[in-house]
């Protein structure tokens, strides 16, 4: 299975900061990376795929990059709204795997 | 408007077998590219992939619980059905389904869980 490791595993920001988190392939996944975002007793909710592609609705203040191994989701400013655990997913291979968390708190 | 909900037994003692039912609208397992998938989450962990159904019946599994799993669907119900032998305590999981999306990029398609069931609590304990 292809292993997937984010980084850091939690995060305290304030409202406004611009925060990156980072999520790296155990090989080479080319572009198959998805970002979602799960708020507690939620289903997760799909936010970027295929690196940098924002899914319809998503605000503008989030952004995906990275190729090959190495991928980042930053969040330009952040909002109330954006305090919530963030996951990576690889769906290069079989059996798609994600990434252990980022828990993003409120500082 | 697609939406997904799952259904089942909230507890189960140990080697029991688990069924769930994924109930779905918006969308037909009968158009080409569409899947569903099943994914669950152990509290505080991060999801885990399980299985999948495509539109054409193929099917595929992880391969740590391929022995125990078993994927259906019925498109005149707009279902699919997760099976689950040997349940033990470890299995104890929120579980999802999750409407396997086609986006165009370049020249391909992109495939990605694009909308997922609110979850089904399943606890397993003696």
């Known amino acids: 299975d292809i292993q997937m490791t984010q980084s850091p595993s939690s995060l305290s920001a304030s409202v406004g900061d611009r925060v990156t988190i980072t999520c790296r392939a155990s090989?080479?996944?080319?572009?198959?990376l998805n970002w979602f975002q799960q708020k507690p007793g939620s289903a997760p909710k799909l936010l970027i795929y295929a690196t940098s592609t924002l899914q319809d609705g998503v605000p503008s203040r989030f952004a995906g990059g990275g190729s090959g191994t190495d991928f980042t989701l930053t969040i330009n400013g952040l909002q109330p709204a954006d305090f919530a655990t963030y996951y990576c997913q690889q769906t290069y291979r079989t059996p798609q795997t994600f990434g252990q968390g980022t828990k993003l708190e409120i500082k | 408007q697609i939406t997904l909900k799952e259904s089942g037994p909230t507890l189960l003692k140990p080697t029991q077998t688990l069924t769930l039912t994924c109930s779905f609208s918006?969308?037909?397992?009968?158009?080409?590219?569409?899947?569903v998938g099943w994914l669950r989450q152990s509290p505080g962990k991060a999801p885990e992939w399980l299985a999948l159904i495509y539109w054409d019946d193929d099917k595929r599994y992880t391969p740590s619980l391929q022995t125990r799993l078993t994927i259906s669907k019925d498109t005149s119900k707009n279902q699919v059905v997760l099976r689950m032998t040997d349940v033990e305590p470890a299995d104890t999981a929120t579980y999802y389904c999750a409407h396997r999306g086609k986006y165009p990029i370049l020249n391909a398609y992109y495939h990605v869980f694009d909308h997922w069931g609110q979850g089904t609590l399943v606890t397993v304990s003696s």
């Open positions: 090989q080479t996944i080319t572009s198959y």
């Open positions: 918006g969308f037909s397992l009968k158009t080409n590219g569409v899947g």
